[in-house]
């Protein structure tokens, strides 16, 4: 399986954040995957998460791999309780649109203000409308967590308009970041979305739930062939006002 064969994502999301010599607040950052290759260079890391399992998972998947810099707290987007014009950079990663709907408003505003005057905030949210990755993911998310994805990326699409009509942000820069996903099977494609989604217990009759449906959107016919899925982030960048 190959995410992001050529590392376009991480590179594409480190020319935007530009993280050298910054003090960095990560919003949603789940098990840290961008956590630790945005942290290398940065002066101070500090990545939080309101789902204190997915803060355990990432302290286990750095304790053999410490960055001094870095530093995982449980905390909530709309009341982080940090000091006011602390951080250059508040970074989210497929996360503003996973808060709760009617408190995306509250973390733009809490994110306004622990920036600095002139602190850059950069959203990385799916596509609207979602690519074959997204399509897949929104299946489990109304599936299994009974809500609907489409609906949460459009929302919070808006608020982040909004935030920027009430020149709380001015918009510098939005880049959309296309990248191809390599699977040697459609086994390895169920797996690798399956992981996306730590906090499901998938039990057999999930599974086969979960791959009747999936066949039936991909149209797959034969199990054993590769798979080529597109999957699009779209990233926008916004300075303080
Ligand atoms: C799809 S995951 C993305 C995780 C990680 N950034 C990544 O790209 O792999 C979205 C994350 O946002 C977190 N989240 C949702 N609402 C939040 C809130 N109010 N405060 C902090 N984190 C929140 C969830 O717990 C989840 O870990």
């Excluded at 992001?4 to 840290?32: A, F, H, Q, R, W």
Aim: aromatic content about 6%; overall charge negative.
């Amino acid at each position: 399986m190959e995410i992001d064969p050529t590392n376009l994502e991480s590179e594409t999301l480190l020319d935007m954040v530009k993280p050298t010599g910054k003090n960095i607040l990560e919003v949603g950052c789940g098990d840290g995957r961008a956590s630790f290759y945005m942290a290398k260079d940065a002066s101070n890391y500090l990545a939080i998460d309101s789902d204190k399992d997915a803060i355990l998972r990432a302290h286990k998947k750095f304790s053999t791999n410490q960055l001094p810099n870095l530093k995982f707290e449980t905390l909530d987007a709309t009341n982080t309780g940090l000091a006011e014009n602390s951080f250059d950079i508040v970074f989210m990663l497929c996360a503003f649109h996973e808060i709760e709907t009617n408190k995306q408003e509250q973390a733009l505003l809490e994110a306004h203000r622990v920036l600095k005057r002139g602190g850059k905030l950069i959203i990385a949210d799916p596509l609207e409308p979602p690519s074959q990755m997204q399509l897949l993911c929104n299946i489990v998310c109304e599936d299994f967590l009974h809500f609907d994805h489409s609906v949460s990326v459009k929302h919070s699409k808006s608020i982040l308009a909004k935030a920027v009509s009430d020149r709380k942000f001015d918009e510098l820069e939005h880049k959309i970041c296309s990248i191809n996903n390599m699977f040697e099977n459609f086994g390895e494609l169920c797996s690798s979305i399956e992981s996306v989604f730590p906090e499901i217990d998938w039990d057999v009759t999930q599974r086969d739930q979960i791959k009747k449906e999936f066949r039936k959107s991909l149209g797959v016919k034969n199990d054993d062939q590769k798979m080529i899925l597109s999957d699009e982030l779209d990233i926008t960048l916004l300075t303080k006002c």
